[in-house]
Structures are given as C-alpha cells and as structure tokens.
C-alpha cells in the first residue's frame, strides 16, 4: 500500500541535530584519538580509513564523487534459457 502525503518523522533532519550529531563524534574522535584540535582529530580518522580499501574508497567517493552506475538496458529475453541457469536430473 503507498502512502503518499506528510508523515511524522519523515524528511531530513533538522541542522541543528545534524550539527549536534557532528560534534558528537567529533568529540569522541578527539577522545578516542587524544588530540584536543578538530582537525587532527579529523585527520587521525582519515590516516585510519586508509588503512583498508574498504576506507580508501569511502575516502574517494566522498573526494570525489561516487561513479555513476550505469545499467544495460538493452537486454532481449528471446536468448534466455532457463536451462542454462538450472541443471534438472
């Protein structure tokens, strides 16, 4: 069933949450970190993101953009078997 029309807690976030959430884990990063400015802690986090490539690529698509996903959609079904896909005894 769709549901079209204003819903409670629905849509983005108010800023002042966002930001409330932002210093948050700024906070803790600093802590987790032991630095007492933003920006070390900031870059603390970003030296361990690039430990992983799971991390590298967060870092890349955040940098500089995520790729766009593009899909064949010229794909005819007269070709297709299901045999081809399922072995029947």
């Known amino acids: 069933m769709a549901r079209g029309g204003k819903r409670d807690n629905a849509g983005r976030k108010s800023v002042a949450t966002e930001q409330r959430a932002n210093e948050l884990i700024l ?6 970190y032991k630095v007492d ?5 900031k870059i603390e986090l970003v030296k361990k993101l690039m430990e992983s490539q799971r ?12 790729p766009k996903e ?4 010229n794909l005819t079904f007269s070709d297709f078997n299901i045999k081809d896909l399922v072995k029947f005894k």
């Not at 400015?37 to 802690?41: F, V």
């Not at 991390?55 to 995520?66: M, N, R, T, V």
């Not at 593009?70 to 959609?73: L, P």
């Open 55 to 66: 991390g590298q690529i967060f870092i890349a698509e955040h940098l500089l953009g995520k």
């Open 37 to 41: 400015d933003d920006n070390k802690a």
């Open 27 to 32: 906070s803790a990063l600093k802590v987790l």
């Open 70 to 73: 593009t899909i064949d959609q």
